[in-house]
């Protein structure tokens, strides 16, 4: 090699590496005054990150902005506040309890009970709580206070069902909103 003569790519290096390094200290300089994450600065305010099928030719036009902007908000609030609403709805129930709740009049078997003679005059009310236990049915005689509990525990099984079929929906809805998969 001659002298002076640095090999034909030490400069063009060098000016990549000292370019790349203003940007990045530009960049590090603005974002100086953002926290760092897990340093939240303001309670209760989730933040999620929308990104709408905009055609580009639309997306920075000055007369349809506040549209786009509109259009992001609602995308950002429907699934995940109704998705919240729905935890919240769940985390509000005690107990739950699958199987249903009968109540039965029955009769003795004695011939000389009025229960033989007249359906008014049957022995109860008794309450019988049945449900699938590893495939086999199985029931269980209750007191009405036990039964009182149970038919509010079995309502709110059938609430939880119904719930997590929306949070589903809902789950699904988000997902396809964040991915852009309705198309």
Excluded at 126 to 153: D, H, M
Aim: hydrophobic share 40%; charged share 25%.
């Amino acid at each position: 090699m001659a002298q002076g003569d640095d090999g034909g790519g030490l400069k063009p290096t060098l000016a990549v590496f000292a370019t790349l390094a203003l940007v990045w200290g530009g960049g590090a300089a603005r974002l100086s005054g953002v926290p760092a994450a897990g340093q939240d600065n303001v309670r209760d305010v989730v933040l999620r990150l929308v990104q709408p099928n905009i055609e580009q030719s639309k997306k920075w036009r000055r007369d349809l902005r506040i549209g786009n902007l509109k259009e992001l908000i609602a995308m950002s609030k429907t699934a995940t506040a109704g998705i919240r609403r729905i935890q919240e709805q769940i985390a509000s129930i005690d107990h739950v309890c699958s199987g249903h709740l009968q109540e039965r009049m029955r009769v003795c078997g004695k011939s000389s009970c009025r229960c033989a003679k007249d359906p008014a005059a049957r022995h109860g009310p008794y309450f019988i709580w049945s449900r699938r236990e590893n495939g086999r049915l199985v029931q269980t005689n209750l007191t009405p206070k036990q039964a009182t509990r149970f038919k509010r525990a079995i309502a709110d099984w059938k609430r939880v069902q119904a719930l997590l079929k929306r949070w589903e929906q809902k789950s699904a809805l988000a997902i396809r909103e964040d991915f852009d998969l309705n198309g």
